[in-house]
């Protein structure tokens, strides 16, 4: 069973930046494919990133490309996703999600198929 922790959500102004970080219990980084997802209230929860296994490939959705960075450290069994030049309309829930699949294409699997969940961090953006 793996277990992961994010922290680093909080409250910020409209054009700063905020990394939130996953840590995952077991090192099992390198076994793992890593994704970021976030959900606002009444609406259902929506990809955001992904990182590969190998931490070859990302994967960004429209609503965050060009913003977001997702990156990944081994050593520290964590994956870290940068947000920069940040909305109102980021303001949400993020989730960490992984799920063991050793394929670079898994990059654009579906929430549905993720395995472990994190309990999620809040961030508020203010205009």
């Known amino acids: 069973q793996v277990q992961l922790v994010e922290s680093g959500g909080g409250s910020v102004q409209a054009g700063a930046s905020l990394t939130l970080s996953c840590k995952a219990s077991v090192r099992a980084f390198s076994s793992l494919q890593w994704g970021w997802f976030r959900q606002t209230p009444g609406h259902e929860r929506e990809f955001v990133a992904s990182?590969?296994?190998?931490?070859?490939?990302?994967h960004f959705s429209d609503a965050v490309k060009g913003r977001f960075y997702i990156s990944g450290d081994r050593a520290a069994n964590a994956v870290y996703l940068q947000m920069n030049s940040l909305k109102p309309e980021d303001t949400a829930v993020y989730y960490c999600?992984?799920?063991?699949?050793?394929?670079?294409?898994?990059?654009?699997?579906?929430?549905?198929?993720?395995?472990?969940w994190g309990q999620g961090t809040q961030v508020t953006v203010s205009s």
């Open positions: 990182l590969s296994w190998s931490g070859e490939r990302t």
């Open positions: 999600a992984a799920d063991p699949c050793y394929s670079d294409e898994c990059i654009t699997r579906p929430e549905s198929e993720y395995k472990y």
